[in-house]
């Protein structure tokens, strides 16, 4: 990647001498100041009382067949192939889109940014990493998606950037899917509504967002070439509400489509998922930008539904250009998609506020990232009241594990943030964030003890424990796009390490840094819990900050954790074949037919459905998460009219402070098909010790409803419901029953 960004800075040079001539009208509006009363007389479109669709339509109806080209295919990106004579225009992100000078259309300049903005070493720049994507859901927030998003919107524009790649928002039915910490966990309700909020704010900066991977991108195995096969009401109700719920919330500029097929056409000319769900159904306005190199053909691509091909023009250059003017592609399709990328632009606002370069506010970025961090640590085990400690008794601590005394790892692949001052990491490099846990347990005493061991040698750290009042154990899984894990186990002989750590000194807590779920053969023998997650630039505060008692943990699991891989509902993660021709095939051809398929039998029984379905004990449940404080719950009514209305009474009863998200889950009448329940609201109560407050909580119908195949509409089946209200999906003690008819 490096080699190949050295290359266009070389095309630079020779673009000085031979091409700028040509390149220069795309550079054009950046330079000249333009006077909004001169504009509207001569560009009507920049009319701001007009409506995005109005503007779209009157700078539509001004552009030449080249110019529309020009906006539905992207010009390469760093890394990918040669790069192109106008590689010099692009920001050194994921890509971009040339513009309309002349018109008065910017570029479209492209990152990815799923839990920060990506490649800031590369550039000399400099991003805030976020905790992942997980982490977030584990806040169960609305208020922190927002803040999330909008801190990632700002650092893009800041960076010369005016489009996103994030808001992944793919379902975990297979939590050992390397990308699972850019997803949102396993419920849709709960998924789809914080991508949304995410996405809302981000774009509320004017930048243009974008939700992924459309759809049924399960695992990462085989990705180019894999058939995802399920059936409609399970992906209607499950992995699309997901999609659903976010596109109605945020009004994303674009849908990104997968590298995968579902049921048989490749998720980037799926006719039913690009338009008889989202255009159709949904009434998705903006556009539909293929996943890098998940455009497989023209024709088909293109009456699908399909808008801009990324990050080249293989599909959709001179080939679409061609098939227009032969007419195998109506004029009116191709408007179509100009149409969509045109409306977004406006709509985001990023014609209206051109992007201008500046500095990133470091320090309110770090602020924001070890608040989020607090608000997405998960308490788990907390034995006798191990936690929190207190620097006035405990007078040592042992600080256990790989790189426990200078970082914390983050997510690889396309999401990965960059270190400040590190060099570009190259792909599926580890990378461990300068945020030293050590470091941060200093702080917190001045007559504290506090030592390190790598743990390389369990031996000498199960010593170092044994001499120690407390034994911090710093252990990680690290995770990556392009990967899946082989099972749920921690990597690296850390469950041996931790074991050993345990027997010496059983005031043992651990502290995980993971992207999924992990296995805890070790749990009964330590003291306490943490799930960390990948915790970003300030995790080793927010650990901190809740280890010593600063911060009361509130985070709650957004995916279950199981006792055994053998108890997922593919205990065997399906792969290709090894020899990779299939793959080679399929990104050649332009008639790409998948070499596997992954059945999702399970159907609607997506993650905590699934094991309630089953009857199968985990080890740590969907929603579950432990504070400093005891909640009690009661006085549970439910009501219907347009919706169901709940109350519901949330009380204190321990003598901190905390939070506590409190859970309603629905069971649907006995014949409806369904899993046991579902989760259909959740609301985060702040409360002082002691003190009760009421929870009101409406339900909307659709989250009651059940998709109907055969009509193709969802459907509130009539019948007994109950609801049940509690502190996780496992404990919950409040019920009560409501005849719908
Ligand atoms: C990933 C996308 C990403 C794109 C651009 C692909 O490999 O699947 O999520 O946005 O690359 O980097």
């Given at each position: 990647m490096n080699l190949a960004w050295l290359g266009n800075r070389v095309h630079l040079l020779a673009c000085v001498v031979a091409f700028c001539a040509l390149m220069e009208p795309a550079a054009a509006p950046h330079r000249h100041p333009q006077d909004p009363t001169k504009l509207t007389e001569n560009r009507p479109w920049m009319d701001r009382n007009l409506s995005p669709d109005e503007r779209a339509e009157l700078v539509l109806k001004e552009m030449t067949l080249d110019e529309k080209i020009a906006l539905i295919h992207g010009n390469g990106m760093p890394g990918w192939g040669e790069p192109r004579p106008n590689a010099y225009l692009g920001n050194g992100g994921a890509g971009f889109v040339l513009g309309v000078p002349r018109l008065g259309i910017p570029m479209i300049q492209i990152s990815d940014a799923a839990y920060g903005v990506r490649a800031s070493a590369q550039n000399?720049?400099?991003?805030?990493?976020?905790?992942?994507?997980?982490?977030?859901?584990?806040?169960?927030?609305?208020?922190?998606?927002?803040?999330?998003?909008?801190?990632?919107?700002?650092?893009?524009?800041?960076?010369?950037?005016?489009?996103?790649?994030?808001?992944?928002?793919?379902?975990?039915?297979?939590?050992?899917?390397?990308?699972?910490?850019?997803?949102?966990?396993?419920?849709?309700?709960?998924?789809?509504?914080?991508?949304?909020?995410?996405?809302?704010?981000?774009?509320?900066?004017?930048?243009?967002?974008?939700?992924?991977h459309f759809a049924m991108n399960d695992q990462e195995s085989g990705r180019n070439e894999v058939n995802s096969v399920i059936g409609k009401r399970p992906m209607r109700e499950t992995d699309l509400f997901a999609f659903q719920l976010g596109i109605a919330i945020a009004q994303p500029a674009a849908v990104m489509c997968s590298y995968n097929a579902v049921n048989g056409d490749y998720a980037c000319e799926n006719r039913f998922l690009l338009t008889d769900v989202l255009r159709k159904d949904w009434k998705f306005k903006g556009f539909v930008i293929s996943d890098w190199g998940a455009t497989h053909s023209t024709l088909k691509a293109s009456a699908a539904g399909l808008d801009q091909e990324q990050p080249l023009d293989d599909f959709y250059g001179p080939r679409?250009?061609?098939?227009?003017?032969?007419?195998?592609?109506?004029?009116?399709?191709?408007?179509?998609?100009?149409?969509?990328?045109?409306?977004?632009?406006?709509?985001?606002?990023?014609?209206?506020?051109?992007?201008?370069?500046?500095?990133?506010?470091?320090?309110?970025?770090?602020?924001?990232?070890?608040?989020?961090?607090?608000?997405?640590?998960?308490?788990?085990?907390?034995?006798?009241?191990?936690?929190?400690?207190?620097?006035?008794?405990?007078?040592?601590?042992?600080?256990?594990?790989?790189?426990?005394?200078?970082?914390?790892?983050?997510?690889?692949?396309?999401?990965?943030?960059?270190?400040?001052?590190?060099?570009?990491?190259?792909?599926?490099?580890?990378?461990?964030?300068?945020?030293?846990?050590?470091?941060?347990?200093?702080?917190?005493?001045?007559?504290?003890?506090?030592?390190?061991?790598?743990?390389?040698?369990p031996g000498s750290a199960a010593e170092l424990a044994s001499k120690s009042d407390i034994a911090l154990v710093f252990v990680y899984q690290w995770t990556s796009e392009d990967m899946d894990l082989p099972n749920l186990s921690l990597p690296e002989n850390q469950d041996a390490l931790i074991e050993k750590v345990a027997q010496a000194n059983p005031r043992t807590i651990v502290v995980l840094e993971t992207g999924t779920a992990v296995t805890m053969p070790w749990l009964d023998k330590v003291s306490g819990v943490m799930e960390a997650w990948y915790a970003g630039s300030k995790g080793a505060d927010a650990v901190a900050n809740i280890l010593f008692g600063e911060v009361n943990p509130s985070a709650k699991l957004p995916i279950t954790f199981p006792l055994d891989v053998n108890d997922l509902p593919h205990p065997q993660l399906q792969k290709p074949s090894s020899d990779g021709v299939g793959l080679a095939a399929i990104m050649k051809s332009g008639e790409a037919k998948p070499t596997f398929a992954v059945h999702y039998e399970e159907g609607l029984k997506v993650g905590y459905k699934w094991y309630d379905a089953e009857n199968k004990k985990v080890?740590?449940?969907?929603?579950?998460?432990?504070?400093?404080?005891?909640?009690?719950?009661?006085?549970?009514?439910?009501?219907?009219?347009?919706?169901?209305?709940?109350?519901?009474?949330?009380?204190?009863?321990?003598?901190?402070?905390?939070?506590?998200?409190?859970?309603?889950?629905?069971?649907?009448?006995?014949?409806?098909?369904?899993?046991?329940?579902r989760l259909v609201a959740w609301s985060r109560a702040e409360l002082k010790p002691g003190e009760s407050k009421q929870v009101s909580l409406t339900i909307p119908m659709e989250y009651l409803s059940v998709f109907d195949e055969t009509t193709n509409s969802w459907k509130r089946l009539p019948g007994n419901y109950s609801f049940h209200v509690g502190s996780s999906s496992r404990d919950l003690p409040l019920h009560a029953k409501l005849t719908l008819d």
């Amino acid at each position: 990647m490096n080699l190949a960004w050295l290359g266009n800075r070389v095309h630079l040079l020779a673009c000085v001498v031979a091409f700028c001539a040509l390149m220069e009208p795309a550079a054009a509006p950046h330079r000249h100041p333009q006077d909004p009363t001169k504009l509207t007389e001569n560009r009507p479109w920049m009319d701001r009382n007009l409506s995005p669709d109005e503007r779209a339509e009157l700078v539509l109806k001004e552009m030449t067949l080249d110019e529309k080209i020009a906006l539905i295919h992207g010009n390469g990106m760093p890394g990918w192939g040669e790069p192109r004579p106008n590689a010099y225009l692009g920001n050194g992100g994921a890509g971009f889109v040339l513009g309309v000078p002349r018109l008065g259309i910017p570029m479209i300049q492209i990152s990815d940014a799923a839990y920060g903005v990506r490649a800031s070493a590369q550039n000399g720049r400099y991003s805030t990493a976020l905790p992942s994507n997980l982490a977030s859901a584990a806040s169960w927030d609305t208020q922190s998606a927002c803040e999330y998003g909008s801190l990632i919107g700002r650092e893009l524009r800041a960076q010369g950037y005016n489009m996103t790649l994030g808001g992944g928002v793919n379902l975990t039915r297979e939590p050992r899917n390397g990308r699972t910490f850019e997803y949102m966990g396993e419920d849709p309700i709960l998924a789809g509504t914080l991508v949304g909020n995410r996405m809302k704010c981000e774009q509320e900066q004017h930048v243009m967002g974008d939700i992924k991977h459309f759809a049924m991108n399960d695992q990462e195995s085989g990705r180019n070439e894999v058939n995802s096969v399920i059936g409609k009401r399970p992906m209607r109700e499950t992995d699309l509400f997901a999609f659903q719920l976010g596109i109605a919330i945020a009004q994303p500029a674009a849908v990104m489509c997968s590298y995968n097929a579902v049921n048989g056409d490749y998720a980037c000319e799926n006719r039913f998922l690009l338009t008889d769900v989202l255009r159709k159904d949904w009434k998705f306005k903006g556009f539909v930008i293929s996943d890098w190199g998940a455009t497989h053909s023209t024709l088909k691509a293109s009456a699908a539904g399909l808008d801009q091909e990324q990050p080249l023009d293989d599909f959709y250059g001179p080939r679409y250009k061609q098939a227009v003017e032969s007419g195998s592609i109506p004029p009116a399709e191709l408007d179509e998609h100009v149409r969509r990328v045109l409306r977004s632009e406006f709509a985001s606002g990023i014609i209206d506020f051109p992007v201008k370069k500046s500095v990133v506010d470091v320090q309110a970025g770090l602020e924001t990232s070890r608040i989020l961090a607090e608000r997405s640590i998960v308490l788990l085990k907390n034995e006798k009241g191990v936690l929190p400690l207190d620097p006035g008794k405990v007078q040592s601590i042992a600080v256990i594990g790989p790189h426990a005394d200078t970082g914390m790892i983050s997510g690889g692949g396309s999401a990965q943030v960059d270190p400040p001052g590190s060099k570009a990491p190259k792909w599926q490099d580890k990378v461990w964030f300068p945020t030293s846990p050590l470091q941060a347990i200093r702080t917190r005493g001045a007559n504290l003890r506090v030592a390190f061991d790598s743990g390389a040698n369990p031996g000498s750290a199960a010593e170092l424990a044994s001499k120690s009042d407390i034994a911090l154990v710093f252990v990680y899984q690290w995770t990556s796009e392009d990967m899946d894990l082989p099972n749920l186990s921690l990597p690296e002989n850390q469950d041996a390490l931790i074991e050993k750590v345990a027997q010496a000194n059983p005031r043992t807590i651990v502290v995980l840094e993971t992207g999924t779920a992990v296995t805890m053969p070790w749990l009964d023998k330590v003291s306490g819990v943490m799930e960390a997650w990948y915790a970003g630039s300030k995790g080793a505060d927010a650990v901190a900050n809740i280890l010593f008692g600063e911060v009361n943990p509130s985070a709650k699991l957004p995916i279950t954790f199981p006792l055994d891989v053998n108890d997922l509902p593919h205990p065997q993660l399906q792969k290709p074949s090894s020899d990779g021709v299939g793959l080679a095939a399929i990104m050649k051809s332009g008639e790409a037919k998948p070499t596997f398929a992954v059945h999702y039998e399970e159907g609607l029984k997506v993650g905590y459905k699934w094991y309630d379905a089953e009857n199968k004990k985990v080890l740590f449940p969907f929603g579950f998460g432990l504070s400093y404080t005891k909640f009690e719950y009661a006085s549970l009514e439910v009501r219907a009219g347009a919706a169901v209305t709940l109350n519901f009474n949330v009380k204190n009863a321990g003598s901190r402070e905390g939070v506590e998200i409190a859970e309603v889950y629905a069971t649907l009448p006995g014949d409806s098909g369904e899993p046991p329940k579902r989760l259909v609201a959740w609301s985060r109560a702040e409360l002082k010790p002691g003190e009760s407050k009421q929870v009101s909580l409406t339900i909307p119908m659709e989250y009651l409803s059940v998709f109907d195949e055969t009509t193709n509409s969802w459907k509130r089946l009539p019948g007994n419901y109950s609801f049940h209200v509690g502190s996780s999906s496992r404990d919950l003690p409040l019920h009560a029953k409501l005849t719908l008819d």
